[in-house]
């Protein structure tokens, strides 16, 4: 599986970096952000390095649809009836500060609309 070794999130998938694992299968991982800005807020992240969204193509389809197949699941398994977000920045303009493509799963309060 390809990872980088200076990458902060291929460290937290391999283990390297110990996180509360509250889901996990053999392409995904999803823990909780260090910094919520949510009652639940849970990243989850291909345990390959993909550097943002902007790095994928149609390869990747069956990886995208599977992370946000997840979202939806970790959502339901954090008890987020009412409803929640799923977010994923890309790049300098979409505020991306990790360069190891991650979706936000924002939920327990009521989101406004647009964001920052
Ligand atoms: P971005 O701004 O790239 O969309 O999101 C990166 C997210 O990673 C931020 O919400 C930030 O709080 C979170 N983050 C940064 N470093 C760590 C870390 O070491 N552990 C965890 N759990 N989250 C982190
Ligand atoms: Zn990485």
Not at 21 to 31: N, P, V
């Amino acid at each position: 599986m390809a990872t980088n070794s200076d990458c902060l999130f291929c460290k937290i998938a391999s283990g390297a970096i110990p996180v509360t694992r509250l889901f996990e299968d053999e392409q995904l991982l999803a823990f909780p952000d260090i910094n919520p800005q949510a009652p639940v807020h849970v990243l989850i992240i291909p345990k390959q390095h993909v550097g943002s969204l902007a790095h994928t193509t149609a390869n990747e389809a069956g990886l995208l649809g599977h992370l946000l197949a997840s979202g939806a699941e970790v959502a339901q398994q954090q008890g987020l009836v009412k409803g929640y977000r799923l977010v994923i920045n890309t790049g300098h303009d979409g505020g991306q500060t990790v360069d190891h493509l991650h979706l936000h799963l924002l939920g327990g309060r009521h989101m406004t609309w647009p964001p920052g």
